[in-house]
């Protein structure tokens, strides 16, 4: 596994962009995956910081800022194959958020580690190949 990202949840998608955009880094995408009810924008070069913004209150992440405020919201691993890493989360007794992967940002397949089995860190695995 390599780094990915780091996600970091934000109130408004445009703000976040401009802080970044403040600190010297460039928008490398920004795109709305609905599956998720979010707006993502992935800052830098790579790895990634990738601001997330629920779009709506029923979103994960919205209800995440209202619980835990803005900030860091998970970190993501490049794998070759999400199969095969959830095969291993199963085989060590860990219980993934996702049984499969799904689609994600980027047109990438994506799923989530539960924060219990990984020191109290969300942890996303992204399939990159197309």
């Given at each position: ?17 401009s ?35 629920g ?21 993501a ?22 049984a ?16 219990k089995?990984?020191?109290?860190v ?9």
């Amino acid at each position: 596994m390599k780094l990915h990202h780091v996600g970091v949840a934000v109130r408004d998608l445009n703000a976040g962009i401009s802080h970044y955009q403040a600190l010297g880094m460039t928008m490398a995408h920004r795109e709305t995956v609905p599956a998720q009810k979010v707006e993502v924008a992935f800052m830098g070069s790579g790895p990634w910081i990738e601001l997330v913004a629920g779009l709506g209150p029923d979103s994960p992440v919205s209800k995440f800022i209202d619980k835990r405020g803005e900030g860091q919201h998970h970190v993501a691993y490049a794998v070759k194959s999400i199969a095969v890493e959830l095969e291993k989360e199963a085989k060590a007794g860990r219980k993934p958020i996702d049984a499969a992967a799904r689609p994600g940002a980027w047109g990438h397949k994506v799923a989530f580690l539960h924060p219990k089995d990984h020191s109290g860190v969300l942890i996303e695995l992204v399939e990159e190949g197309h």
